[in-house]
């Protein structure tokens, strides 16, 4: 099969279709800063609710938070990120511009656009200094007698600093995990690549407690579960892979980490697709509990009453970010096909998206062939039906034909079709996205059908191809 997914062909159906707008457009934007629309909202819930699904749905070990955005200037100064969390900045003496200085191979100078990323040797830099990602604001009325605060930079900490919270009220003892979905905030260098790097964004954090001896098997174990999510969710299996931090490149708190990374394809068809990552899983050891402890004075361990062992345990955490996570399922659900007409040979280009069902931002298009005879009236009545049971869509206005592509591509994974023989008989046709099959079905039977498919295991067609 063919990749010909480009981020270009990306973002413009993301414009296209009303799934990202670049922010603030009617003042001429904002770099790198966007904003979802209606499908974009649907989908990037669709992606939560997949990862509450599998940390919280499917398991009893873990608890769910959320943690204040704002939170005590000590909780940074204790985790480490006042003093170390910078990254290296260089700036180009001729093209102004500045560059984080371990990315040069990635950025692209404004002055030289034809150049190829990795030019920068050319560029006149200067020696890298360290430059703190977090956004600093002022917290009070008055600017001059308010106090600094952080913006956090992820949300990790806020399920740090609630440990005693959980662990009087959640009944449960290491090892058990707290869960945590909501916006950081890192004022990136060079943010970029679309919603892959910006500096306002969505994690997806879940820090999980184990005893000090158990952290290895429990890293191998989140490795494994987190590779099945985004595989069981339709990721290419050749476009994932596993990368294991070299001791160079270790968080100062991390013993161990490793990256699930993404194939991401380039700008446009000439760019190489490139390894980029999508989550860290790392073993935090027992650094972020200990240092607090320490800041705070306040006990932030375990006492195990049956074996009379107290211990401050170790944490393992699988750390996402949701749009990257949003921006990859896009990607690889992307696709383009010739639809052949049948006697005609001729074929007519489509673009799909081939999304998981569960993702897919709306799961049925109820569809009146014509707008007129009744049809928009038992349409309304069959949506209203679906609308009970999954995201449903009702569109009447146009060809037949250019409503189905609307659909395919924002990836509905059925399309129900009401037309004069339905007045009659009371069924409908059902259009599969992916294999453009139709079938004819009762309207009673409708909604239980719809309602399995939407349920059943799902292989993307793009694999179709491929061995299992
Ligand atoms: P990178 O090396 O790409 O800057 P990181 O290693 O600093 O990322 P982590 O601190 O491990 O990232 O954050 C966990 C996850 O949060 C990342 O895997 C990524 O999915 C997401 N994330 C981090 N920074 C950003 C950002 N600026 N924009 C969007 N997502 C981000």
Not at 352 to 375: C, E, I, N, T, Y
Request: net charge negative; hydrophobic share 35%; with cysteine.
């Amino acid at each position: 099969m063919n990749d010909v997914a480009t981020m270009e062909k990306i973002v413009a159906l993301c414009k296209r279709r009303g799934f990202v707008f670049p922010s603030s457009e009617i003042y001429g934007g904002m770099g790198s800063t966007y904003d979802f629309g209606h499908y974009g909202v649907l989908l990037k819930g669709n992606v939560k609710a997949q990862w509450w699904r599998a940390m919280i749905g499917e398991r009893e070990d873990i608890v769910a938070l959320d943690s204040a955005i704002l939170q005590h200037p000590r909780v940074w100064e204790a985790s480490g990120h006042l003093e170390g969390f910078t990254d290296p900045l260089v700036d180009c003496r001729t093209c102004k511009q500045r560059f984080r200085a371990d990315q040069l191979e990635e950025a692209s100078c404004p002055r030289a656009p034809s150049k190829h990323p990795g030019e920068h040797k050319d560029c006149d830099l200067t020696q890298a200094r360290q430059f703190n990602l977090m956004f600093e604001t002022t917290v009070g009325p008055v600017k001059e007698e308010g106090a600094t605060a952080y913006l956090r930079p992820e949300t990790a900490q806020g399920i740090f600093i609630n440990f005693k919270n959980v662990l009087a009220f959640a009944r449960k003892k290491p090892p058990f995990g707290i869960a945590q979905v909501g916006k950081s905030f890192r004022n990136e260098i060079t943010p970029g690549n679309f919603i892959f790097r910006t500096r306002e964004f969505e994690q997806m954090e879940m820090e999980f407690f184990v005893p000090p001896e158990e952290a290895e098997r429990w890293h191998s174990y989140w490795l494994e579960e987190r590779m099945r999510w985004y595989l069981d969710l339709g990721l290419r299996e050749d476009h994932l892979r596993l990368r294991a931090h070299g001791a160079e490149e270790l968080s100062h708190y991390s013993s161990a980490t490793s990256d699930i990374e993404y194939l991401f394809p380039g700008k446009d068809e000439r760019s190489e697709r490139r390894w980029m990552e999508l989550e860290g899983i790392a073993n935090r050891t027992d650094f972020d509990l200990r240092r607090h402890a320490e800041y705070s004075g306040e006990k932030l361990e375990y006492f195990d009453q049956a074996s009379g062992r107290r211990y401050v345990p170790y944490v393992i955490e699988p750390a996402a970010g949701t749009d990257r996570a949003t921006l990859a399922f896009l990607v690889d659900a992307y696709d383009e096909e010739v639809v052949e007409r049948e006697g005609q040979g001729k074929g007519e280009g489509r673009t799909v998206l081939r999304l998981h069902p569960q993702l897919a931002p709306v799961k049925v298009a109820v569809l009146p062939l014509v707008s007129r005879d009744g049809q928009p009236e038992l349409a309304h009545e069959v949506a209203a039906r679906l609308r009970a049971l999954m995201q449903t869509e009702y569109d009447e206005g146009g060809a037949i034909g250019r409503r189905y592509r609307r659909q395919d591509e924002i990836g509905t994974p059925w399309c129900v079709t009401i037309d004069h023989q339905s007045l009659e008989d009371r069924t409908v046709t059902v259009r599969d996205r992916d294999s453009l099959a139709q079938e004819r079905v009762a309207i009673e039977e409708l909604p239980a059908l719809l309602a399995e498919r939407l349920s059943a295991p799902w292989r993307s067609p793009k694999l179709a191809g491929d061995p299992a």
